[in-house]
């Protein structure tokens, strides 16, 4: 059973992973531009490769909206980097999700069925918007792999949050 969801409105503490290729993506706490940030299931899951490569097509439109784009996985590093380089995501792609940050950002986690499927427990996805501040204006959390917002709605509705300073919704 998953920890409380995280409260919209909320701020999120920074939290970083290593980063495909080196370095480290930190997301959450103060930051210039929003976040679009993505949990997902890792590399033995080909409903997320469809789902990041939709992302990744799309990761114009959405840094030319203003956000940073952070995807992450409780995967290896060996697996995150043969994903990106497979795939060629052009997006900051993070590993090494551990289970105290899947249960702060309120992700559901899963055993896996077999070591066909992976080696450790993962998370189930998530995708979170951000604000520059770090307070969290949208949540989608899901209990499987298929279940996730369409992005074009999302990134459309975002834009009209941002021109219009909406507040988050479902704070009650």
């Not at 052009?90 to 551990?98: H, P």
């Not at 989608?140 to 941002?162: H, Q, W, Y």
Request: proline fraction near 7%.
């Amino acid at each position: 059973m998953p920890t409380p969801k995280p409260v919209a409105d909320s701020i999120i503490a920074p939290m970083s992973f290593p980063r495909a290729g080196g370095g480290e993506i930190t997301v959450g706490g103060q930051k210039y531009n929003w976040t679009l940030l993505v949990v997902y299931r890792g590399k033995h899951c080909p409903r997320c490769k469809r789902y990041l490569t939709i992302l990744d097509g799309m990761r114009n439109d959405w840094t030319a909206a203003g956000f940073d784009i952070a995807v992450v996985s409780a995967d290896t590093q060996e697996k995150a980097q043969a994903d990106q380089e497979e795939f060629g995501w052009g997006f900051d792609l993070g590993y090494d999700l551990n289970e105290a940050q899947m249960n702060l950002l309120g992700l559901y986690v899963t055993e896996p069925l077999s070591a066909n499927e992976t080696d450790r427990r993962f998370a189930e996805p998530g995708t979170y918007v951000l604000r520059p501040n770090g307070s969290l204006i949208a949540v989608s959390i899901s209990n499987g792999p298929a279940v996730r917002p369409d992005l074009s709605e999302l990134l459309d509705g975002m834009i009209f949050n941002k021109k219009n300073d909406r507040p988050a919704r479902g704070t009650v």
